[in-house]
C-alpha cells in the first residue's frame, strides 16, 4: 500500500502561513488524487483539500477557500498546501493520502490504517 509522508507543520501566530508537503514513501509513476484532512482536538477528522491527477483540479473545504492553495510540483511526487492568513481554528494535525477528488473527501470513508503520522499545524499568540 503506497503511504504518504507529511512535513512542514509547526506553530505560528495567527495571520502567518505555512506550507505543507507531501511525498509518497516509495517511488511510483502513477499520478493519483491526493486530499489533505485535518484533525483538531475533539473533533473528527475532516477533509481540507485535494487535487485531481488529470486536469489538475481542486477541491476546498468552505472553511478554508481563498486561504490555501493545493498545488502538485512538476515531477508529480510531492503536493504541497500552502496555507496562508492562518487561524487558531486551523490548529490541527494535517494528513494527506490517495483519496477521490472530492468524492472521498469524506475521513470516515477509510479505514484507520491509511493514516500516517500527520504534522502539526499550532496557530497561537
Known amino acids: 500500500q503506497l503511504r504518504f509522508v507529511e512535513s512542514g507543520g509547526g506553530l505560528v501566530q495567527p495571520g502567518g502561513s505555512l506550507r505543507l508537503s507531501c511525498a509518497a514513501s516509495?517511488?511510483?509513476?502513477?499520478?493519483?488524487?491526493i486530499g489533505w484532512f485535518r484533525q483538531a482536538p475533539g473533533k473528527e477528522r475532516e477533509g481540507v483539500s485535494c487535487?485531481?491527477?488529470?486536469?489538475?483540479?481542486?477541491w476546498y473545504a468552505d472553511s478554508v477557500k481563498a486561504r490555501f492553495t493545493i498545488s502538485r510540483a512538476n515531477a508529480g511526487d510531492t503536493v504541497y498546501l500552502q496555507m496562508n492568513s492562518l487561524k487558531p481554528e486551523d490548529t490541527a494535525v494535517y494528513y494527506c493520502?490517495?483519496?477521490?477528488?472530492?468524492?472521498?473527501?469524506?475521513?470516515?470513508?477509510?479505514?484507520?490504517?491509511?493514516w500516517g503520522k500527520g504534522t502539526q499545524v499550532t496557530v497561537s499568540p
Open positions: 516509495e517511488w511510483t509513476s502513477d499520478f493519483y488524487a
Open positions: 493520502i490517495r483519496a477521490g477528488c472530492p468524492e472521498g473527501m469524506t475521513a470516515s470513508l477509510f479505514d484507520s490504517t491509511v
Open positions: 487535487i485531481s491527477p488529470s486536469d489538475g483540479s481542486t
